[in-house]
């Protein structure tokens, strides 16, 4: 007796009917139509760092990137209140809630790492010149070279 697997279906199809993750894709859709909306109400520079997190009962749970925005976005939270209670979507929002989150994965910022000075560099070398082991040798090398020159 040999095993049929059952023929591949696209994701899409797996997501609509298995219920846990129907439930689950249901409310990152929603999530996503409600920040759509809230896009829709804030200056276009405020985007990029408040996201929706929650909306139930009345209150509205808004991530912010850092506290610069949340404090920005608490000078401005009766408009916005007002702004989005116009939506229907919104119609019985009470309240707003700044929550301050940085990014999980810090921006990576071009030529900044730890700087090497020269005298550390020539400790290195002076290693590497004692190492038989051609890989660990040449790798000590590659480190030395990244010293700052003395300015």
Not at 26 to 44: F, G, I, K, T, V
Not at 59 to 82: C, E, F, N, P, S
């Amino acid at each position: 007796m040999a095993y049929k697997p059952t023929p591949a279906r696209p994701p899409s199809a797996l997501l609509r009917q298995a219920r846990p993750l129907r439930l689950l894709l249901n409310q990152a859709e929603r999530l996503e139509h409600l920040q759509r909306l809230l896009e829709s109400q804030l200056q276009p520079a405020a985007r990029a760092h408040c996201h929706v997190a929650s909306w139930k009962e009345g209150t509205l749970l808004l991530v912010v990137t850092d506290g610069h925005w949340a404090t920005r976005l608490r000078y401005q939270q009766k408009r916005l209140q007002r702004q989005l209670q116009t939506l229907e979507a919104f119609a019985n929002l009470s309240r707003i809630l700044f929550k301050v989150q940085p990014p999980l994965v810090p921006a990576k910022r071009e030529g900044q790492g730890p700087e090497l000075s020269e005298n550390a560099a020539q400790s290195i070398r002076g290693s590497a010149e004692g190492i038989t082991d051609p890989k660990l040798k040449a790798a000590l090398e590659r480190l030395a070279a990244h010293a700052q020159p003395k300015r």
